[in-house]
């Protein structure tokens, strides 16, 4: 399957259109002529790994990334081991689905902790664990800041000077970031930090979300459809290319408005506006 025009750094995150099966997202695809999904692990458990990799591969599809991996803050000693371990069957499910991208989201605060400092030096500890069995995989681990509002209770990594504080422990082919709109959006301090990312080699994957308002009462599902909200996108993706980024695009959305309608016109607007973003 080839790309259809403009459509040849596009991938379409799965939770974008998660009203369709792993059978009618790869069917939907190709008639398309999208090549590139991005996955994640919830569902791809359901329909089984292997039998993602096999369908995935008969598709032609490329996976670009794998969601999600993380959640290393825990204080308790038999909760963190049991997240190293759940991040261990991460890495090793992105090497079966071929993606060499496996995007981590840190976690929150433990109960009763407000210590967000100690927290993002636990998660800088289990990446000193991760990222050596990663590579011997030949998976990448991609740190997503993100936005302010998700601090205590998701991730304690807010801003991507945060994630390359982070990152930059590490070789850059163990550890880098990704670069999602709609969580860095906000701050005026990101294009600089993407050019540092970018000269580091260390921008493991790209992801556009607009923003818009107001935003609906669970905040998780706000991610607006391309071109619906209040981020200039175009200039993003420029910040992102200046350095030196030419990998995939993905599109991923979280929207109920969204995955209330058919999944198959949902890709193809998405495709669509994808297109328009680049004239």
């Not at 993380?70 to 997240?83: H, I, M, N, Q, S």
């Not at 433990?110 to 927290?119: E, F, K, N, T």
Request: negative net charge; glycine residues 10%.
């Amino acid at each position: 399957m080839t790309a259809s025009a403009g459509l040849s750094r596009f991938s379409i995150n799965q939770m974008t259109v998660k009203q369709l099966s792993l059978p009618e997202l790869a069917d939907a695809c190709v008639r398309l002529g999208v090549t590139q999904v991005g996955l994640w692990r919830e569902p791809v458990q359901e329909y089984g790994v292997e039998a993602t990799a096999k369908l995935i591969g008969a598709a032609g599809l490329t996976v670009t990334t794998l969601c999600r991996g993380g959640f290393l803050t825990a204080t308790d000693p038999r909760a963190r081991t049991a997240a190293l371990a759940d991040n261990r069957r991460a890495i090793d499910e992105a090497a079966t689905l071929g993606t060499d991208t496996l995007v981590l989201v840190s976690g929150g605060l433990p109960a009763g902790s407000r210590d967000l400092w100690a927290a993002r030096e636990r998660v800088a500890d289990a990446l000193a664990e991760l990222g050596p069995y990663a590579e011997r995989h030949g998976v990448r681990l991609a740190v997503e800041p993100l936005h302010p509002m998700y601090a205590a209770d998701r991730c304690v990594v807010s801003t991507l000077a945060q994630a390359l504080d982070l990152a930059e422990r590490f070789p850059a082919h163990q550890v880098g970031v990704t670069v999602d709109t709609y969580h860095i959006w906000w701050d005026d301090q990101a294009p600089a930090q993407i050019a540092r990312a970018g000269a580091g080699g260390r921008i493991h994957t790209f992801q556009l979300a607009d923003w818009i308002t107001p935003l609906p009462q669970g905040v998780l599902t706000g991610r607006g459809q391309i071109g619906d909200g209040a981020i200039d996108l175009r200039a993003w993706r420029g910040y992102v290319e200046a350095a030196g980024y030419t990998g995939p695009i993905e599109v991923e959305l979280f929207n109920d408005d969204l995955w209330a309608r058919d999944g198959r016109e949902v890709l193809a607007e998405t495709a669509q506006r994808f297109r328009a973003l680049q004239h």
